[in-house]
């Protein structure tokens, strides 16, 4: 039997083919598909169209290997999403959460449901990107729009869509929304209300592991795939990410690390307090109602810019070299606020980083070790929050996900929280993506089952 995890970043997307052999979970990827803002019109979007004709390819992949899948599931970034009317057609651009169309929209909302009301309620950090800033801004700028709209779905439930013609809203992608009631699992529809959004469009929200329904017709002839069902599985990658953490011990933090980093802990009720917000943790949802109790740090977006830009200035080094360079610096004093909205999208990640420090410019190896540093640091300072809000002593962190190949990263992180760091496994959101596939259909009898799986057929290092 052959689970198919389709796990879309902000910079790739790939299609993980997994199953179960002698008691351990063997993957193998079977297609791999660029992704990328698009500028159009100076805003910056989503090209879904050309993502699911990836989508497609990829199973097709599978099936012209032999290992057509039986179950696939699709996950992606959260808070981004799609407008449909009522004749299911997309309405206007997709836009990617880096676009700048929601600055000065926080401010807009607050006049109608103020800043620390919108916590105590969803229990969700700021962050102007949220959903709901983003409607707000649709509703200012575009309300012919949002008007005609018929169906609101998240990017990868568009999908899902498009693959079963089946609507449907999983919950730990709703919960990045900032629009859910924390309590209920349920959109907040007297706020939604308050705020001017059409409650109608808003789908039934579906818990993780939900079966959408079978490949449509079309899709079977296109991709030659027949029989497969699409299951919703925790949508958001790092609800997905954060299932495959393999350990059951209490009081560890996880970070989830690629383009974002996300240091957290996994809790069954929310923190909705004015303490847990005045630190910026999140509520965000989780496999089997709990909660991922976390902060969301700018993460390795800024040494994949500052690389970026070095290789269109003809200077490509690999991430080993640029690590040595930096090492060559550890003693540098210099830091920046690696949650500064400075970094979310400047024209040059290299400038701002110098710009940040108070210099005109900084060398390749001291820029690196720059943000390495205060990447650690922020890791270390979340920790000690971590501890200071919820009464727990961490015992360990836990780091899945790309990232946690960067040995350089992973030591910095130790030293700077004092805890055992253990590293592993690289491919997390696809193998929690999996995961959740698995329970669903009854592979697994538990989390903790599939959790003591996971440790026993990835490489878990510890540091």
């Given at each position: 039997m052959y689970f198919l995890a389709i796990d879309i970043g902000a910079s790739s997307g790939r299609h993980i083919l997994g199953h179960i052999e002698n008691g351990k979970m063997l993957i193998e990827e079977m297609y791999r598909f660029p992704n990328g803002n698009k500028k159009v019109d100076g805003s910056l979007t989503w090209d879904i169209d050309d993502l699911f004709?990836?989508?497609?390819?990829?199973?097709?992949?599978?099936?012209?290997?032999?290992?057509?899948?039986?179950?696939?599931?699709?996950?992606?970034?959260?808070?981004?999403?799609?407008?449909?009317?009522?004749?299911?057609?997309?309405?206007?651009?997709?836009?990617?959460?880096?676009?700048s169309r929601t600055n000065g929209m926080d401010t807009e909302l607050y006049k109608t449901v103020p800043e620390s009301e919108l916590y105590a309620r969803t229990g969700i950090q700021k962050a102007i990107f949220n959903t709901v800033y983003q409607l707000e801004a649709d509703k200012v700028n575009e309300p012919e729009k949002l008007a005609a709209a018929e169906t609101f779905l998240f990017v990868p439930e568009y999908f899902s869509y498009l693959l079963t013609g089946n609507k449907m809203t999983?919950?730990?992608?709703?919960?990045?929304?900032?629009?859910?009631?924390?309590?209920?699992?349920?959109?907040?529809?007297?706020?939604?209300?308050?705020?001017?959004?059409?409650?109608?469009?808003?789908?039934?929200?579906?818990?993780?592991?939900?079966?959408?329904?079978?490949?449509?017709?079309d899709i079977c002839n296109e991709t030659g795939c027949r029989g497969a069902k699409v299951i919703l599985p925790a949508c958001h990658d790092t609800g997905s990410a954060v299932a495959a953490v393999p350990t059951n011990e209490d009081d560890i933090v996880y970070i989830s690390s690629g383009t974002w980093s996300l240091i957290g802990i996994e809790r069954m009720t929310p923190d909705c307090s004015e303490l847990s917000r005045s630190h910026n943790f999140t509520n965000e949802g989780g496999y089997d109602r709990r909660f991922r109790y976390l902060k969301n740090i700018t993460g390795l977006w800024m040494i994949q810019s500052m690389k970026k830009e070095l290789k269109a200035k003809g200077q490509d080094y690999t991430f080993?070299?640029?690590c040595d360079m930096?090492?060559?610096?550890?003693?540098?004093?210099?830091?920046?606020?690696?949650?500064?909205?400075?970094?979310?999208?400047?024209?040059?990640?290299?400038?701002?980083?110098?710009?940040?420090?108070?210099?005109?410019?900084?060398?390749?190896?001291?820029?690196?070790?720059?943000?390495?540093?205060s990447l650690a640091d922020s890791y270390g300072l979340s920790v000690k929050e971590i501890e200071e809000v919820t009464g727990k002593k961490i015992k360990a962190v836990h780091i899945v996900g790309g990232g946690c190949k960067d040995d350089y990263l992973n030591d910095l992180t130790a030293k700077a929280t004092g805890k055992p760091v253990y590293a592993g496994p690289v491919e997390a959101t696809a193998i929690g993506n999996l995961t959740v596939q698995m329970l669903s259909v009854g592979v697994f009898g538990s989390l903790n089952e599939a959790r003591q799986t996971i440790f026993n057929s990835f490489d878990v290092k510890k540091i």
């Open positions: 004709s990836s989508i497609k390819k990829g199973i097709r992949a599978c099936v012209e290997a032999g290992k057509a899948p039986d179950y696939i599931g699709i996950d992606t970034w959260g808070v981004d999403y799609v407008l449909l009317d009522k004749n299911d057609r997309v309405l206007g651009k997709t836009y990617g959460y880096r676009d999983e919950y730990t992608i709703a919960s990045t929304s900032q629009l859910l009631k924390a309590d209920t699992f349920d959109w907040d529809y007297e706020m939604l209300d308050k705020l001017g959004f059409p409650k109608k469009i808003f789908q039934k929200i579906a818990k993780p592991g939900t079966v959408l329904g079978d490949l449509k017709e080993d070299q640029l930096a090492k060559e610096y550890d003693s540098t004093p210099l830091r920046v606020n690696a949650n500064d909205d400075r970094f979310l999208s400047p024209d040059s990640m290299i400038d701002e980083v110098a710009a940040a420090v108070g210099r005109e410019s900084l060398t390749v190896g001291e820029m690196f070790a720059v943000v390495y540093h």
